[in-house]
Protein backbone atom coordinates (compact mmCIF):
# COMPACT_ATOMS: atom_id res chain seq x y z
CA UNK A 1 0.00 0.00 0.00
CA UNK A 2 1.37 3.35 -0.90
CA UNK A 3 1.97 5.65 2.01
CA UNK A 4 1.65 8.87 0.50
CA UNK A 5 -1.04 9.04 -2.22
CA UNK A 6 -1.41 12.33 -4.66
CA UNK A 7 -4.43 13.65 -6.33
CA UNK A 8 -4.94 14.39 -9.02
CA UNK A 9 -2.92 12.68 -10.82
CA UNK A 10 -2.64 15.07 -13.82
CA UNK A 11 -3.51 18.42 -14.27
CA UNK A 12 -3.52 21.10 -16.94
CA UNK A 13 -4.33 25.02 -15.63
CA UNK A 14 -3.95 28.36 -18.28
CA UNK A 15 -1.18 30.06 -18.02
CA UNK A 16 -1.64 33.05 -15.21
CA UNK A 17 -4.23 30.83 -13.02
CA UNK A 18 -3.81 29.31 -9.76
CA UNK A 19 -3.96 25.38 -8.87
CA UNK A 20 -3.68 22.86 -5.51
CA UNK A 21 -2.22 19.90 -5.66
CA UNK A 22 -3.52 17.43 -2.55
CA UNK A 23 -1.11 14.69 -0.75
CA UNK A 24 -2.25 12.32 1.93
CA UNK A 25 -0.22 9.91 3.76
CA UNK A 26 -0.60 7.73 6.26
CA UNK A 27 3.33 7.55 7.45
CA UNK A 28 3.07 7.67 11.34
CA UNK A 29 5.16 9.24 13.20
CA UNK A 30 6.40 11.61 10.71
CA UNK A 31 9.26 13.72 11.02
CA UNK A 32 9.11 15.74 8.22
CA UNK A 33 6.98 16.64 4.54
CA UNK A 34 8.39 17.75 1.73
CA UNK A 35 7.27 19.22 -1.64
CA UNK A 36 9.60 18.44 -4.48
CA UNK A 37 9.03 19.96 -8.32
CA UNK A 38 10.70 17.85 -10.96
CA UNK A 39 11.23 18.55 -14.54
CA UNK A 40 11.07 15.93 -17.06
CA UNK A 41 14.14 13.84 -16.87
CA UNK A 42 16.09 15.90 -14.24
CA UNK A 43 16.45 15.50 -10.23
CA UNK A 44 13.93 16.31 -8.08
CA UNK A 45 14.62 20.35 -6.64
CA UNK A 46 13.32 20.88 -2.96
CA UNK A 47 10.19 23.61 -3.06
CA UNK A 48 9.26 23.57 1.10
CA UNK A 49 10.27 21.14 4.05
CA UNK A 50 7.83 21.59 6.68
CA UNK A 51 7.78 19.42 10.53
CA UNK A 52 4.73 18.12 11.83
CA UNK A 53 4.77 21.14 13.62
CA UNK A 54 4.11 23.38 11.13
CA UNK A 55 1.30 24.86 8.81
CA UNK A 56 2.28 26.31 5.98
CA UNK A 57 5.14 27.79 4.31
CA UNK A 58 6.04 29.79 1.43
CA UNK A 59 8.58 29.30 -1.08
CA UNK A 60 7.63 32.67 -4.00
CA UNK A 61 4.86 31.58 -5.69
CA UNK A 62 4.15 27.99 -4.24
CA UNK A 63 2.40 27.83 -0.65
CA UNK A 64 2.30 24.07 1.53
CA UNK A 65 -0.19 23.70 3.85
CA UNK A 66 0.00 20.52 6.45
CA UNK A 67 -2.83 19.12 8.60
CA UNK A 68 -1.02 16.53 11.05
CA UNK A 69 -4.30 15.99 12.53
CA UNK A 70 -6.18 14.53 8.86
CA UNK A 71 -2.51 13.65 7.64
CA UNK A 72 -3.15 16.08 4.69
CA UNK A 73 -0.85 18.63 2.99
CA UNK A 74 -1.65 20.38 -0.36
CA UNK A 75 0.39 22.71 -2.45
CA UNK A 76 -1.03 25.90 -3.96
CA UNK A 77 0.85 27.54 -6.83
CA UNK A 78 -0.49 31.27 -7.51
CA UNK A 79 -0.32 32.95 -11.02
CA UNK A 80 1.21 30.18 -13.15
CA UNK A 81 3.73 30.26 -15.76
CA UNK A 82 4.94 28.06 -18.47
CA UNK A 83 8.24 26.81 -16.45
CA UNK A 84 5.68 25.85 -13.83
CA UNK A 85 4.65 22.62 -16.17
CA UNK A 86 6.72 19.78 -14.42
CA UNK A 87 5.72 17.07 -11.49
CA UNK A 88 5.22 17.75 -8.15
CA UNK A 89 5.84 15.49 -5.58
CA UNK A 90 4.99 15.21 -2.05
CA UNK A 91 7.46 13.30 0.17
CA UNK A 92 7.12 12.08 3.66
CA UNK A 93 10.09 10.80 6.01
CA UNK A 94 9.75 8.86 9.33
CA UNK A 95 9.91 9.86 12.70
CA UNK A 96 12.95 7.38 13.07
CA UNK A 97 14.56 7.22 10.37
CA UNK A 98 14.23 11.08 8.20
CA UNK A 99 16.74 9.92 5.83
CA UNK A 100 14.83 7.67 4.20
CA UNK A 101 12.01 9.64 1.51
CA UNK A 102 8.73 7.97 0.88
CA UNK A 103 7.71 10.23 -1.59
CA UNK A 104 3.90 9.99 -3.57
CA UNK A 105 3.95 9.03 -7.43
CA UNK A 106 3.39 12.80 -8.11
CA UNK A 107 1.10 14.99 -9.61
CA UNK A 108 1.69 16.06 -13.73
CA UNK A 109 0.82 20.05 -14.35
CA UNK A 110 1.10 21.38 -17.57
CA UNK A 111 0.66 24.86 -17.65
CA UNK A 112 -0.79 25.98 -21.20
CA UNK A 113 -0.65 30.08 -22.54
CA UNK B 1 29.38 23.63 -10.46
CA UNK B 2 29.30 22.62 -6.77
CA UNK B 3 25.84 20.82 -7.12
CA UNK B 4 25.74 16.55 -7.23
CA UNK B 5 26.99 15.37 -10.47
CA UNK B 6 26.04 11.60 -11.58
CA UNK B 7 27.57 9.54 -14.87
CA UNK B 8 26.34 9.08 -17.73
CA UNK B 9 23.24 10.27 -17.69
CA UNK B 10 21.78 7.81 -19.96
CA UNK B 11 22.93 4.51 -20.70
CA UNK B 12 21.59 1.35 -23.34
CA UNK B 13 22.66 -1.79 -22.47
CA UNK B 14 21.41 -5.41 -23.07
CA UNK B 15 20.08 -7.94 -20.93
CA UNK B 16 22.42 -9.70 -18.93
CA UNK B 17 25.30 -6.91 -19.12
CA UNK B 18 26.58 -5.08 -16.56
CA UNK B 19 26.73 -1.85 -15.86
CA UNK B 20 28.21 0.69 -13.35
CA UNK B 21 26.83 4.16 -12.35
CA UNK B 22 28.58 6.83 -10.66
CA UNK B 23 27.65 9.79 -8.30
CA UNK B 24 29.84 12.94 -7.21
CA UNK B 25 28.22 14.61 -4.00
CA UNK B 26 28.21 17.99 -3.20
CA UNK B 27 31.59 17.96 -1.32
CA UNK B 28 30.68 18.62 2.10
CA UNK B 29 28.16 16.32 2.37
CA UNK B 30 28.58 13.24 3.98
CA UNK B 31 25.23 11.27 3.20
CA UNK B 32 24.81 9.93 0.02
CA UNK B 33 21.42 7.93 -1.40
CA UNK B 34 20.81 6.00 -4.43
CA UNK B 35 16.90 6.01 -5.30
CA UNK B 36 15.49 4.40 -8.03
CA UNK B 37 12.55 5.90 -10.24
CA UNK B 38 10.16 4.03 -12.79
CA UNK B 39 8.01 6.12 -15.19
CA UNK B 40 5.11 7.42 -13.83
CA UNK B 41 6.16 6.70 -10.38
CA UNK B 42 7.85 8.40 -7.38
CA UNK B 43 11.32 7.87 -6.70
CA UNK B 44 12.00 4.50 -4.11
CA UNK B 45 15.01 4.30 -1.41
CA UNK B 46 17.21 2.00 -2.32
CA UNK B 47 20.72 2.81 0.24
CA UNK B 48 22.27 5.09 1.78
CA UNK B 49 25.59 5.71 2.90
CA UNK B 50 27.34 8.17 5.80
CA UNK B 51 30.61 8.81 5.37
CA UNK B 52 32.12 5.21 3.51
CA UNK B 53 29.86 2.80 5.50
CA UNK B 54 26.90 1.56 3.86
CA UNK B 55 24.06 1.98 6.32
CA UNK B 56 21.07 0.62 5.09
CA UNK B 57 20.04 -1.43 2.19
CA UNK B 58 16.70 -1.99 0.69
CA UNK B 59 14.61 -4.67 -0.16
CA UNK B 60 14.68 -3.20 -3.73
CA UNK B 61 18.21 -4.15 -3.84
CA UNK B 62 18.66 -7.60 -4.78
CA UNK B 63 21.85 -9.36 -4.43
CA UNK B 64 22.78 -8.07 -8.20
CA UNK B 65 22.92 -4.55 -6.97
CA UNK B 66 26.30 -3.39 -4.96
CA UNK B 67 27.10 0.02 -3.68
CA UNK B 68 29.88 1.49 -2.50
CA UNK B 69 31.52 4.62 -1.61
CA UNK B 70 34.94 3.26 -0.87
CA UNK B 71 36.60 6.75 0.26
CA UNK B 72 33.02 8.55 1.90
CA UNK B 73 33.21 10.97 -1.58
CA UNK B 74 31.78 9.63 -4.56
CA UNK B 75 29.70 6.16 -5.05
CA UNK B 76 29.23 4.21 -7.64
CA UNK B 77 26.61 1.51 -8.15
CA UNK B 78 26.99 -1.30 -9.91
CA UNK B 79 24.18 -3.84 -11.43
CA UNK B 80 25.54 -7.17 -12.62
CA UNK B 81 23.39 -9.58 -15.15
CA UNK B 82 20.98 -6.87 -15.98
CA UNK B 83 17.32 -7.23 -16.67
CA UNK B 84 14.56 -5.44 -18.77
CA UNK B 85 12.95 -4.74 -15.52
CA UNK B 86 16.23 -2.85 -13.97
CA UNK B 87 15.26 -0.05 -16.61
CA UNK B 88 14.56 2.81 -14.76
CA UNK B 89 16.21 6.26 -13.66
CA UNK B 90 18.71 6.20 -10.87
CA UNK B 91 19.02 9.10 -8.46
CA UNK B 92 21.78 9.95 -6.36
CA UNK B 93 21.33 12.64 -3.18
CA UNK B 94 23.62 13.65 -0.72
CA UNK B 95 22.65 15.36 2.11
CA UNK B 96 24.79 16.30 5.59
CA UNK B 97 24.44 14.10 9.09
CA UNK B 98 21.79 16.07 10.75
CA UNK B 99 18.32 15.36 11.45
CA UNK B 100 15.78 16.04 8.64
CA UNK B 101 18.70 17.56 5.93
CA UNK B 102 17.62 19.17 2.96
CA UNK B 103 18.41 16.27 0.27
CA UNK B 104 19.80 17.77 -2.86
CA UNK B 105 19.63 15.30 -5.93
CA UNK B 106 21.64 14.52 -8.90
CA UNK B 107 20.25 14.69 -12.99
CA UNK B 108 19.96 10.72 -12.60
CA UNK B 109 21.19 8.07 -14.97
CA UNK B 110 18.37 6.65 -17.05
CA UNK B 111 19.06 2.96 -17.75
CA UNK B 112 17.24 1.61 -20.80
CA UNK B 113 18.24 -2.56 -20.92
CA UNK B 114 17.16 -3.90 -23.99
Known amino acids: KNQVEQSPQSLIILEGKNCTLQCNYTVSPFSNLRWYKQDTGRGPVSLTIMTFSENTKSNGRYTATLDADTKQSSLHITASQLSDSASYICVVSEMDSSYKLIFGSGTRLLVRP | DTGVSQDPRHKITKRGQNVTFRCDPI?????LYWYRQTLGQGPEFLTY????????KSRLLSDRFSAERPKGSFSTLEIQRTEQGDSAMYLC????????????FGPGTRLTVT
Open chain 2, 93 to 104: ASSLALEGSEQY
Open chain 2, 27 to 31: SEHNR
Open chain 2, 49 to 56: FQNEAQLE
